[in-house]
């Protein structure tokens, strides 16, 4: 439990000195730690926890697949879905960033045996190596900036979280930005060589212009360290700072000058995405996001918990533990470490602050802050651990012996892990029924190599639309299509298959219809039940109430579908919290009330009959 590795720069005792100006001369060299891993094997670490995710994870967020996989799949395939955010008269989704993902999944196709399901999962592969690269580039900023076993703790506080598992495969701007604010902090945190301002703030703005403008904040702490340290210093290191940032304000502005280059050509508009959205978020007249719900400013405190367990409580104690070393151990910090111990644990207050402020809460807007809540974490495990670590037999701490102090240490650990286990083989067993209910249509189900339906079959969605994996699971330009439900907001339209003008994928630029800002229902986007050759719907048998006109039981109607694929699903309403949150085994020992519930999430297929005008709805019959 002895500390054998104090960092030199924030959170142990350092020698005392006048103030200057970090330069490449002044950057110590520090032996190898114990505890350091090589960043080759940190790599594979972190892409053996991603590839995970990209093979298991279930899609949490609809946004991830009406707003990045469709478009996606419309400039690899020529349809799609498409929502108003990609209406040319909104223009708040930057084909840059979707183009970017398109080419990894086109890429695909130059390999054996291509499908759009291999290209759904080569795009999701993809994700998890540029994640893994920058957890890594990180890893290694961490380790020589403060020490080896702070990084052996952030990279312990990654892999072990579900909050990882959600974010690292995830195609989403949110997930993209932490990419890059990763690749960011990463220069901005390792001194040596000299301060490397340019290359920090290039990775923030791509981080902010092709995926999240808001992340592009999480770079103010690291630009107040540098304004400090300047103007603490002399009139040359001043000049040097000033050219420094504005080196990497013209690097961000070339990176938006290519998105807007991009994008005019998609749009045929000039729109400067980003700020489109930051509009859009902060000032728009019609609600903004807060149409699609609030939630109370408990959120995040509570998602953040149970996406992190003990590493976000560590996360949120790192500053208080810091300040108190400072008060107990004066001469611990020079005033220049100290800052920078400020510097590094600031983001992630700031981020939580900022985003618990605002009334409409996702989980995934705490994405960019995951590898900061990592930093934090592993920073304050380091000072619990130093403090633990005093041999003074003066001292309560000191009297318990070394072995019972670390036999509690890895007691809690393990704790922590096998709760992230539960946590993350709970989402995927409960949730992960609307990756595989297709493979049906693609045949080579079982023994049984023949698939089912029929080119541009339309397979229908009603209360189940956001479970919609995206066109990537469907074969033979089948097309998803909605029936009429309870739900009464926006549905998402069809990019327009025209060829028309110069160029190609006109859908991007031909004026829509039905599609606004204000999540208000547009009935030209419903087809007809009977229009559908297949239905994808759930069935809870102990929500019998919850059957309505608009949602009847569609996988009880035998005489009009029948079942082609079931799998179950976790029946969310009639699950104790716990069994919702966690995976609990389905054995006898476990309390009833604490077990699961199940539903199933079926693909059905339109009973075929010898007289088609007597099919019938029976929840046309119920509402005539």
């Excluded at 959600?166 to 604010?181: D, I, N, Q, T």
């Excluded at 728009?284 to 699609?292: A, F, N, R």
């Excluded at 009833?592 to 539903?599: E, P």
Aim: aromatic share 14%; glycine share 8%; with cysteine.
């Amino acid at each position: 439990m002895a500390n054998h590795d104090a960092p030199t720069t924030a959170t142990e005792p350092s020698e005392k000195r006048e103030f200057q100006h970090p330069s490449a001369g002044h950057a110590k060299k520090k032996r190898p730690s114990i505890y350091t891993i090589e960043p080759i094997k940190a790599f594979y670490i972190f892409l053996a926890a991603n590839m995970l995710a990209a093979l298991f994870a279930p899609i949490q967020d609809c946004d991830e697949t009406f707003n990045y996989w469709e478009p996606t799949h419309y400039l690899s395939h020529g349809y799609g879905l498409q929502t108003w955010e990609y209406s040319p008269d909104f223009a708040i989704r930057s084909w840059l960033y979707v183009g970017l993902h398109a080419v990894i999944g086109n890429f695909r196709r130059l390999l054996p045996r291509p499908d759009k399901v291999a290209e759904f999962y080569c795009v999701r592969y993809g994700l998890a190596m540029i994640c893994a690269l920058c957890q890594t580039w990180l890893y290694r900023s961490v380790t020589l900036t403060l020490n080896g076993r702070v990084g052996l703790f952030y990279l312990m506080a990654t892999v072990m979280s579900p909050g990882n598992f959600h974010a690292s495969a995830a195609y989403l701007p949110s997930s993209f930005a932490m990419y890059a604010c990763m690749l960011g902090a990463a220069a901005f945190m390792n001194w040596r060589g000299g301060l490397k301002t340019t290359i920090g703030i290039f990775w923030f703005a791509i981080g902010g212009v092709l995926g999240w403008p808001f992340a592009a904040a999480l770079c103010a702490p690291f630009l107040v360290e540098e304004g400090i340290l300047a103007l603490l210093s002399d009139k040359e290191a001043l000049i040097e700072a000033i050219l420094r940032v504005g080196r990497g304000v013209m690097a961000g502005l070339i990176v938006i000058f290519f998105d807007f280059l991009i994008n005019l050509f998609f749009y045929k508009k000039m729109a400067i995405v980003s700020w489109n959205i930051v509009k859009y978020n902060i000032f728009s007249s019609t609600g903004g996001p807060d149409l699609y719900g609030t939630e109370p400013w408990t959120f995040y405190f509570k998602n953040l918990a149970l996406n992190h367990n003990l590493w976000f409580v560590l996360a949120m104690a790192a500053l208080p533990l810091f300040l108190l070393q400072k008060v107990t151990n004066r001469s611990a910090q020079t005033m220049q470490t100290g800052m920078r111990t400020v510097v590094f644990l600031a983001p992630f207050y700031m981020w939580l602050a900022i985003f618990t402020a605002q009334p409409h809460k996702e989980e995934r807007f705490m994405y960019p802050a995951y590898p900061f809540l990592a930093i934090n974490a592993a920073m304050s495990l380091h000072i619990v651990l130093s403090w633990l670590g005093n041999p003074d037999p003066k001292t309560l701490i000191g009297k318990i012996p070394a072995r019972v102090k670390l036999f509690g240490v890895m007691l809690v650990l393990f704790l922590s892990l096998d709760i992230s286990v539960a946590r993350i083989y709970g989402l995927y067993e409960g949730y992960g029924a609307p990756l595989s209910i297709y493979k049906p249509l693609w045949g080579a189900e079982g023994n049984n190599t023949a698939a089912v339906g029929g080119d541009g079959d339309s397979v229908c969605f009603g209360k189940e639309w956001y479970r919609f994996p995206s066109s990537y699971f469907l074969p033979r330009d089948m097309r998803a299509k909605f029936i009429r439900s309870e739900f009464r907001g926006l549905l998402p339209g069809e990019f327009s298959e025209a060829r028309t003008g110069f160029g190609f994928w006109s859908g991007t630029w031909l004026p829509t219809s039905g599609l606004n800002d204000r999540n208000e229902e547009d009935v030209t986007k419903y087809v007809e039940l009977r229009t559908c050759a297949f239905l994808v719907d759930t069935q809870y048998p102990e929500r019998k109430n919850a059957i309505t006109p608009r949602e009847p039981d569609y996988i009880a109607q035998k005489h009009n579908w029948e079942v082609v694929k079931c799998e179950r699903f976790l029946d969310a309403e009639n699950t104790h919290l716990l069994a919702r949150i966690l995976w609990i085994p389905d054995l006898d020992i476990v309390p009833a009330k604490f077990r699961r519930h199940w539903g199933r999430h079926c693909l059905l297929k339109k009973v075929q009959k010898s007289d088609q005008g007597m099919w019938i709805d029976p929840g046309e019959m119920m509402m005539g």
